[in-house]
């Protein structure tokens, strides 16, 4: 069966990812009906029904996707009380939640225990991304030419592109590659900026001259001015970007690296300070003074 226009597609999370990718679902023409453990956010979402459950999301539905912040909150909505998993009739399970590999290997048996189709699909992109349905799609999943035809309209909606990288957890490990080079990204350029405004430099300049060249990235532009004027409406939660920093250490335990180590120290730190809701570049307030180190350690 091909996912169509008549599907309904049971949507768990309506956070700053999952309220516009539901939304961008509903405009492709999908019947969403959609749970938020805080309900409001899933009433302000256009299109949708409103379920009052995961399991009334999910029952009847042809495919259930979560969005949730990390891989407890997805276990609850799938397996807690009035979970989704037991109201699944044939339905897979599109997980595209970020909750590293230990996380995704649970959630991979689970499925299976419920013989439930599992497919690990985290997504690259932030919030005006997601809005602009422009996400890409880390999509992983069983060598099933009629379960990935099923999936791949969802991922259409709400992506640009879509990239099949093998058996379910190839999604995740890839997303954990890409957010290590994220997470570091971040706390390089807070620090190029820290490092320019105490010598004299304007930090705009450090800007400008990378622009459009080989160590220019338009990522590092947008966090950079944010961090520049030192306003950080979030895009990706600081507490967030931690909980994928300490993902990283999890996956890596055999390795040394010694940056992913320090970028996590710094947004714990940040965390400490009251910064978990901003948007991850605040972690440009731990640089270019002691006072974030002095502040995070009282
Ligand atoms: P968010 O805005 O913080 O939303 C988190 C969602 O999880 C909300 O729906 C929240 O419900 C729900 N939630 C949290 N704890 C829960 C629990 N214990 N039980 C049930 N629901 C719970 O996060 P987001 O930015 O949308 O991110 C969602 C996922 O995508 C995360 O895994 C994140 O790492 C990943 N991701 C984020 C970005 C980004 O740039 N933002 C990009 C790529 C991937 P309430 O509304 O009730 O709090």
Redesign the pocket.
């Known amino acids: 069966m091909t996912q169509s226009a008549s599907t309904t597609v049971a949507f768990l999370?309506?956070?700053?990812?999952?309220a516009p990718m539901a939304r961008n679902l509903a405009s492709a023409g999908f019947a969403v009906r959609a749970w938020?453990?805080?309900r409001e956010?899933a009433d302000a979402v256009d299109g949708v029904e409103v379920a009052d459950s995961p399991e009334e999301a999910a029952s009847g539905a042809g495919a259930v996707i979560t969005?949730?912040?990390?891989a407890?909150?997805v276990e609850?909505?799938m397996t807690g009380g009035e979970g989704a998993l037991p109201a699944l009739e044939g339905a897979p399970w599109i997980q595209?939640?970020?909750?590293g590999l230990a996380g995704t290997e649970r959630m991979k048996a689970t499925a299976a225990e419920h013989e439930v189709a599992f497919v690990d699909a985290?997504?690259?992109?932030?919030?005006e991304p997601?809005e602009q349905a422009q996400l890409l799609v880390l999509a992983s999943g069983p060598e099933d030419d009629d379960l990935r035809g099923r999936c791949q309209p969802l991922f259409d909606a709400v992506g640009q592109k879509t990239l099949w990288v093998g058996e379910a957890g190839a999604g995740s490990r890839l997303k954990l590659v890409l957010n290590s080079w994220l997470l570091t990204l971040v706390e390089g350029v807070a620090e190029a900026v820290a490092l320019a405004s105490s010598i004299g430099v304007d930090p705009e300049r450090f800007l400008e001259a990378i622009e459009g060249g080989p160590l220019g990235v338009p990522y590092a532009d947008l966090k950079g001015r944010a961090m520049i004027a030192d306003e950080f409406p979030?895009?990706?939660?600081l507490a967030?970007a931690r909980?994928?920093a300490e993902l990283v250490l999890e996956a890596a335990a055999d390795l040394e690296l010694p940056f992913a180590r320090a970028v996590t120290l710094q947004l714990r730190r940040a965390e400490a300070c009251g910064l978990g809701e901003q948007d991850m570049a605040a972690v440009a307030r731990m640089v270019g003074s002691d006072r974030g180190a002095t502040r995070a350690e009282t």
Do not use: Y
Not at 67 to 70: F, G, K, N, Q, T
Not at 96 to 99: G, P
């Open positions: 999370g309506a956070g700053t990812m999952g938020n453990r805080t956010k969005m949730l912040a990390d407890s909150a609850e909505a595209m939640s970020t909750i985290p997504v690259l992109g932030t919030k997601a979030p895009s990706f939660a967030l909980k994928d």
